[in-house]
């Protein structure tokens, strides 16, 4: 198959999240099993285009809605990105958080239905609200490429002012209750789920949480009304990114049979953060600091625990939470903060550490847990989309499960399920078990891919008969 990845954001070339791997992952999936892969992003390079990069060819520019782009290609590993330019839209300080995103990203989705249209894919896989309109215009275009839409997170929709419609070149028949019309103002993310041939979400469980008022943002009735064309596919991790066997960030190298350097990676740790070297449980939390990642009812959880443990958090996000971050780390002993985006850190921490732990109020999917069990860390999380399908609870009279799980939104729960991990780290073989159980678990793209491609195979075009 020729397959068209839509998105706004792709490693190595962009990231300000998870969609940055998702998407590099994918596609390396895909070009691994033979498909042709090209994935369609923003050039965020000063002045639209990137074109002394290596391996980057300019292609012609294109001309839509009276905007220009420049197109520029180029290869990355087995397959190709097309990177669509415009300094005025794109080469800002930041990728997002701008008032006029939404008209910043429907004409690139303008852009992408052109070059779409024009090309011979089998099926365009778009992704969240940044690229919703790509199904819609193509369908005014009187294209018949079929069209999957992902939803990454419901919350954020691209909602604007109609005007957005003249702007991008959106047929006003579209502005009605059924079509695009969303309280009033357009939507991105609805235009994706109407009009998308096939619509995903990125966890088996998350796809019916949606469909309910308290995950739905006011988008449950219509993601119902959709159910008959909604799958869930988990997500899976990279794991030529994320092995602990071979991986460059970490001071010692270790596997499931052989654990040694993980204590030598804990270690090294400790020194780094000025910890005491004790066995005591190293706990770690790593990303994004949003009330969305229950941040709060971590920071409340952790002072009702009364085991000794040692704590470390890496991430950036909401100002407020941030500066209680910093605060409870100023006067907590065994407390560390380290409030930026850090990669390598971030490797060395899922490497270092006994215990993670992520109290999402909803988690889409969530990769870190997966990470941090590949990695031999075990995973304290609220049962919730992504991470009720990846993680099961240890059992320690039968050594099965792999981690830790609470119900509610509530830190009271969250601190019992910290101190039963903690209770149970005091039990080394009985803690041993539950870390080869996380380390066994496979959550390599390979199997997503594989059902992204069967999702695919319901929707491709017959071929024509010439």
């Not at 198959?1 to 839509?6: A, E, Q, R, S, T």
């Not at 197109?71 to 990355?76: A, C, D, G, H, K």
């Not at 989705?109 to 894919?121: I, K, Q, T």
């Amino acid at each position: 198959m020729k397959i068209g990845l839509v998105a706004a954001e792709t490693l190595p070339l962009s990231k300000s999240g998870g969609l940055a791997d998702y998407v590099y992952s994918l596609a390396n999936a895909f070009a691994a099993a033979g498909h042709h892969v090209d994935v369609m992003v923003p050039d965020y390079a000063p002045g639209g285009t990137s074109n002394s990069a290596t391996g980057t060819n300019a292609a012609a520019p294109i001309s839509v809605n009276g905007r220009q782009f420049t197109v520029s290609e180029e290869s990355i590993g087995e397959w190709r990105a097309l990177k669509i330019g415009n300094s005025e839209l794109f080469s800002r300080e930041r990728m997002y958080g701008y008032d006029d995103d939404p008209v910043r990203f429907g004409h690139f989705s303008a852009a992408v239905s052109a070059l779409a249209s024009a090309g011979d894919y089998d099926v365009l896989h778009c992704n969240d609200w940044q690229t919703g309109f790509v199904p819609l215009l193509l369908k005014q275009r009187k294209s018949d490429l079929p069209t999957v839409f992902a939803i990454h997170n419901l919350e954020f929709q691209g909602n604007y002012s109609p005007s957005l419609m003249d702007e991008i070149g959106i047929d006003h028949s579209y502005f009605f209750i059924e079509g695009i019309e969303f309280y009033g103002n357009v939507s991105a993310m609805k235009a994706g789920i109407v009009y998308c041939d096939r619509l995903v979400t990125v966890s088996p469980t998350y796809s019916q949480e949606i469909q309910t008022p308290e995950y739905g943002f006011r988008m449950d009735g219509v993601i119902r009304k959709y159910a008959g064309k909604l799958r869930g596919i988990l997500n899976g991790i990279d794991y030529r990114m994320w092995n602990p066997e071979t991986d460059r960030s970490i001071p010692a190298n270790y596997s499931r049979d052989n654990r040694s350097g993980k204590a030598v990676c804990k270690s090294h740790t400790q020194r780094e953060f000025s910890l005491p070297q004790v066995r005591r449980p190293l706990i770690v939390s790593i990303g994004r600091l949003w009330r969305q990642k229950g941040i709060d009812l971590l920071l409340d959880a952790l002072q009702d625990i009364e085991e000794g443990f040692q704590f470390i958090i890496l991430g950036t996000g909401d100002p407020d939470l941030m500066r209680k971050v910093q605060d409870m780390a100023s006067s907590t002993p065994g407390f560390r903060a380290v409030l930026r985006y850090d990669e390598q850190l971030a490797h060395r921490l899922y490497a270092a550490a006994d215990v993670f732990v992520m109290p999402s109020r909803f988690e889409p999917c969530g990769l870190s847990q997966m990470i941090s069990m590949r990695y031999g860390t075990v995973p304290v999380v609220r049962r919730t989309g992504g991470l009720a399908d990846t993680v099961t609870q240890f059992d320690p009279d039968t050594a099965t499960g792999e981690g830790f799980l609470f119900e509610d939104e509530n830190h009271e729960q969250l601190a019992d399920a910290i101190g039963e991990a903690l209770s149970i780290y005091s039990s080394p073989e009985i803690w041993r078990s539950a870390v080869i159980n996380c380390m066994t678990k496979n959550f390599s793209w390979d199997a997503s891919a594989s059902k992204y491609a069967e999702l695919y195979g319901e929707i491709v075009r017959t071929p024509k008969v010439s």
